[in-house]
């Protein structure tokens, strides 16, 4: 009983990992979109943010995520969602999930 509780824990705590990696992701979107509103125009927002926060760090994720919490757009995070929208796999998603169901 105990060892199958001990075997349990771990699971729970993944788990709960999973759940918090998805809150901070979801948090670091709502920094992202105003960012690529204003510095890409007419980019649809949801397929870009997605593929902006698939290629941003942990750390990344966590900095847009504490930014969400801001009530106006920091120069720092603009500077951030720029880099990570420039880099070339960013843009190889934005070309092919980001842009493609827009341009057919």
């Known amino acids: 009983m105990i060892r199958a509780g001990l075997i349990a824990v771990p699971l729970v705590l993944a788990g709960c990992a ?39 760090t942990g750390a990344e994720i966590a900095q847009l995520a504490l930014a969400a919490t801001q009530p106006v757009v920091h ?10 929208a420039t880099r070339p796999e960013t843009l190889r998603c934005l070309a092919t999930d980001g842009l493609a169901p827009f341009l057919t």
């Not at 990696?21 to 927002?45: H, M, S």
Request: glycine share 4%; net charge negative; aromatic share 4%.
């Open 18 to 56: 999973g759940v918090q990696d998805q809150i901070a992701r979801d948090a670091a979107r709502q920094a992202v979109r105003p960012v690529l509103a204003e510095r890409f125009p007419g980019v649809p927002l949801e397929p870009a943010s997605d593929c902006v926060i698939t290629y941003a």
């Open 75 to 84: 120069p720092t995070t603009t500077a951030l969602v720029v880099e990570i």
